[in-house]
């Protein structure tokens, strides 16, 4: 069972995330910080999220980096008056550039940089305590409409 977050440990401007499955709500809580570009989605990085090292683990890590990449793809589709849909991603890629240590704020920075009809192109940096420890993409596919 994930930790609870005390709001005080989470930056400014984020807001609990509402959104996610029961595989997501299990890894969380997460947080989510909605601008006009970027959308960030983000946690206080525990112990259950790390490997051996204590530093967060790599599937995680590339957890984090779905999680955050298909939400930029929603949010930007809703920006733009697209009706909801699921998203699936299509690929992934992960660049891990530096390690992340738990009890860090461990947050994917993702934009869309291109929004497709039945594709969406993500990208975006994993950040812990605002330094980058790899680097994210994403291609989305949408697929049939939201209930």
């Known amino acids: 069972m994930p930790h609870a977050i005390h709001p005080e440990a989470v ?42 090292a204590g530093g967060a683990h790599g599937g995680f890590v590339a957890t984090l980096a779905d999680l955050g990449l298909i939400h930029a793809a929603s949010v930007m589709r809703e920006r733009d008056g697209l009706p909801r849909h699921h998203l699936t991603t299509v690929t992934l890629t992960v660049d891990y550039v530096a390690p992340a240590k738990e009890g860090c704020w461990l947050e994917v920075e993702a934009e869309v940089s291109r929004l497709g009809r039945n ?8 950040l812990a305590d605002g330094r980058r420890v790899a680097r994210v993409s994403a291609v989305i596919a949408v697929l049939g409409p939201r209930a």
Do not use: I, M
Request: glycine letters at 16%; proline letters at 8%.
């Open 119 to 126: 594709l969406c192109f993500t990208e975006g940096a994993v």
């Open 11 to 52: 930056p400014e401007g984020f807001v609990p995330a509402t959104h996610g499955g029961p595989y997501a709500k299990g890894l969380g809580p997460f947080w989510v910080k909605r601008g006009d570009q970027r959308v960030s989605v983000g946690l206080r990085l525990q112990h259950t999220h790390c490997n051996s």
